[in-house]
């Protein structure tokens, strides 16, 4: 059996490249693996006097998150960090349920920039990492898409056979990584 990824759009834009790239990750690794792509749109903004009891689509996100053998955040980059709505997700996440506690996360993102998305991975490693949230990121392996216009066609596709190859190898590490995770976690409880 496939394993079975939840893509986590990392913005609530109309338009966003990490979409563009998540739907391709979908496509191009079809065969491997199934990515179930969740929007982070309609997330009202975190409300700690509301954290006890999250809004129904925190929950189904959850859900899903929990019943997932791992999670890939694709997360652009604003002013150094993640966007606000990507950190709002995350802060209901670590509310009243922990979904990302133990679960197995990888980190892309796609930026206009020549630095890629360096200094917001950065800064999600940051989020995912304290008591609540206790996400196992993968180590390494950082795909950062940067000049992202010019990395795509009309069919969003990837069009660098270099990019592609990083990108392979990075999922495939990826998959390793939560395999390994999963089967400990299944033998320690």
């Not at 409300?47 to 929990?66: F, L």
């Not at 990302?100 to 360096?118: C, E, K, L, P, R």
């Not at 991975?121 to 898409?145: C, H, I, K, S, T």
Request: hydrophobic content about 40%; proline content about 5%; charged content about 20%.
């Amino acid at each position: 059996m496939r394993p079975k990824l939840i893509g986590i759009v990392g913005s609530n834009a109309d338009f966003s490249f990490n979409r563009i790239l998540l739907q391709y990750m979908k496509r191009h690794f079809a065969e491997t693996v199934d990515i179930e792509i969740q929007e982070i749109n309609g997330v009202p903004l975190f409300c700690e006097n509301e954290m006890k009891t999250p809004p129904a689509i925190v929950n189904e996100m959850a859900d899903k998150i929990e019943d997932a053998d791992g999670v890939i955040i694709a997360a652009p980059e604003y002013d150094h960090a993640i966007p606000a709505a990507l950190k709002s997700v995350i802060e209901w996440l670590s509310s009243a349920r922990h979904p990302f506690n133990d679960q197995h996360v990888m980190i892309v993102g796609a930026s206009y920039g020549i630095q890629g998305t360096v200094r917001s991975q950065m800064n999600l490693r940051q989020v995912l990492d304290p008591p609540g949230v206790n996400a196992n990121v993968l180590p390494g392996n950082e795909f950062m898409l940067s000049n992202v216009k010019d990395k795509f066609n009309e069919n969003g596709e990837i069009t660098d056979e270099g990019t592609i190859k990083f990108l392979d190898s990075c999922m495939n590490n990826f998959l390793t990584y939560s395999k390994i995770g999963n089967d400990a976690n299944a033998v320690l409880h």
